[in-house]
């Protein structure tokens, strides 16, 4: 028999809380939270969609670790500590054993940052998964799209397109959900960059997450910053799973690779030794590849001279 | 050629918001907000989804009311002031005409309860809308489900089991969308009670809405506070819109009608004068159907008799 709404959120989405600021959580008609004194408060939502934003057939641990994760990574974008979330979910009938994996996948990335889930809804539908973050940040060390200036440096975090690359040998059958290939395991586990976005308070002029690929995205931010922005394709990372692929592969996967959760931010070009170090330190590498230059829209140079590149960022409605 | 994501955000949802406590709206990776020294943020999401929530052909402008009342009723029950609303949309496609009504819905209440917009996130997919609300209330006066004591009064605001009738009528082909019909109407806008809401601080023992038919939701709330609950079912609020329907259907709409935003509290006794008058005073009446006894369950008596009464209220997952 399948469990009932009650059942579904009492066996699996009511684990305790581990924070002291929730004065009511799960079970009410609202949560009760005790915010920040002197903090902002930053919300997030996003919603992911299957056959959009997840595969049919992705492993329940992985939604729930992507849905929660989609999230921390916007609130790291701003520079922001999580502190809580809630999830509503959409989905065609109560499976115990699928809602059992998807709780594991989402309280295991949860724990790991400290976030509690405090509320939400279950309603019989089509899978769709929305969860909202809540964090906090000090009002005027929030990291924002809109503060690069000409000449900022333009730096991104990790391995950008790793994840994209294992959706793609998810899609062509060359893997299995199940396969240990660190493209694929990348792609259903990736890690949203929160220590790296409060190391950047106060150093960061202009901050987002890679979601919609580094090219559309890096166009966004300069947009927002009413600036330029001029980058050398020799200088973009490649990471050692992207080594075996032909040039254009790797740069069509750097550039317009989404479900990335990378940082993509600016710097006056004196901070960048000390927190290329700060990160390096934390297990995160940063690569500058390029800066901010007057005029607007994105530059791409190759040994100094301008290229077209094709492609845009992804857009859920583009025909 | 249709609109896409950012346009649609750009066009539809990025409207000046009313507040000053809005240091980042919608556009960034996610929004800065300022909460309101000293007291508990409230907080609360709802799920609407198609063919479940609301009736295929639904006017927009409905469905994007609904989306917000719904979670306005949820703070509303907690003695909540509302802040700020996000919105995650799931739509088939961006049409331009169902989004602007959708909209025009949605801010028309926010603006009457000075909610703002700040955020969201807007994707392809089947139609289901989330909608989060923030808000605040002291927090030794949030409203909470389970402090009624045995001898505590239950009233329930209003008219409860009108927008049932509405929807009853609109399933059964007897009235369309455009029906002028007042349980049509109710239906489609139903009011969420924040002003009795917050008039309920520091006199209402336990709160919540009806949100899944009175009787089921009472069983909830004497749950919650350890204790049974008692109710006459000549007490029963019956509104002049249900006053030609047979005795048996008006219970079965009072009892068992879900998509009321109604509230449902208990009372010390010596309270509900007052708490009556004050809540006349803005337009809502009360009715006092029983009271919370020792024991558990909710017992309906009929002059003076205890009857069985069936039914529950709406599980999504019920067999």
């Not at 809380?17 to 915010?35: K, N």
């Not at 901070?271 to 800066?291: K, N, V, Y």
């Not at 791409?300 to 301008?306: F, I, N, T, V, W």
């Amino acid at each position: 028999m399948p469990l009932g709404e009650f059942d579904v959120i009492a066996r699996y989405f009511s684990r305790n809380s581990p924070r002291g600021d929730v004065l009511l959580g799960v079970g009410d008609d609202a949560a009760l939270l005790t915010p920040a004194p002197g903090q902002a408060l930053v919300v997030a939502t996003d919603t992911l969609v299957e056959g959009r934003h997840f595969l049919a057939g992705t492993p329940a641990s992985a939604i729930g670790h992507q849905a929660l994760a989609v999230n921390l990574s916007d609130l790291a974008a701003m520079g922001a500590e999580p502190a809580w979330a809630l999830l509503s979910l959409s989905m065609p009938q109560s499976d115990e054993r699928w809602l059992a994996d998807f709780a594991d996948g989402l309280y295991a990335l949860a724990e790991r940052h400290g976030v509690a889930l405090v509320g939400g809804d279950t309603v019989s539908g089509p899978l769709v998964v929305t969860v909202e973050v809540l964090g906090f940040v000090p009002p005027a060390a929030a990291l924002r799209r809109s503060g690069a200036s000409v000449g900022d440096l333009i730096i991104v975090s990790g391995a950008p397109g790793v994840p994209a690359a294992g959706l793609e040998e998810l899609q062509s059958g060359r893997a299995t959900f199940a396969s240990q290939d660190a493209r694929v395991r990348r792609f259903l586990r990736a890690e949203p960059r929160l220590a790296l976005g409060r190391a950047l308070r106060g150093f960061a002029t202009a901050a987002m997450d890679v979601s919609d690929g580094l090219l559309g995205d890096l166009g966004k931010l300069a947009r927002a910053s009413s600036v330029g922005a001029c980058i050398d394709l020799e200088r973009l990372p490649v990471a050692p799973e992207l080594a075996g692929y032909p040039l254009a592969e790797q740069e069509r996967l750097v550039l317009h690779g989404g479900d990335d959760y990378e940082l993509l931010f600016t710097l006056r070009a004196n901070h960048f030794g000390r927190i290329a170090h700060l990160a390096e330190a934390g297990g995160c590498s940063l690569r500058c590849i390029g800066s901010m230059v007057q005029g607007e829209g994105v530059e791409c140079r190759r040994a100094g001279a301008r290229v077209n590149v094709a492609g845009q960022g992804y857009d859920h409605f583009a025909s």
